[in-house]
């Protein structure tokens, strides 16, 4: 019975993150609000949440790039809206969206480099 218990919080607090997230892609919410908002159920170890949660910070910090670039803002939205739909049906996280999960290298001289090159490229746009 117990753990009955634990799969309904588990489902629940899935499926208001799902709705959150929803509601982003709705445009009724930021991702900025959301992640304010974001269920706190304690450490679950649910994958499908992390990954969500993960997906989540990379969409709302990669606001100016989907400016610039439509397809890759369709792209991030299809992500979000699978998440969604995992999140929501309780399903299983696909493989291809399991890249939120892995953490990025900190690499010093990778973020120098990425540095350098994103303020190269923005100084020959003003220039």
């Known amino acids: 019975m117990e753990q009955e218990c634990w799969l309904m919080d588990r489902r629940e607090i899935k499926q208001s993150a799902g709705r959150l997230i929803q509601k982003v892609l709705d445009r009724a919410l930021s991702a900025r609000d959301c992640l304010a908002q974001w269920p706190s159920g304690g ?5 499908t949440l992390d990954c969500a949660f993960e997906a989540l910070n990379h969409y709302e910090s990669d606001e100016d790039i989907r400016q610039r670039d439509p397809a890759y803002a369709q792209r991030q939205r299809e992500e979000l809206q699978l998440l969604v739909d995992c ?13 939120f999960l892995t953490p990025i290298p900190l690499n010093p001289i990778w973020w120098i480099k990425e540095f350098l090159d994103r303020r190269w490229k923005n100084r020959r746009r003003s220039g």
């Not at 999140?87 to 890249?99: G, S």
């Open 43 to 47: 450490d679950l170890g649910d994958e």
């Open 87 to 99: 999140l929501l049906n309780d399903q299983p996280l696909p493989p291809r969206l399991k890249r």
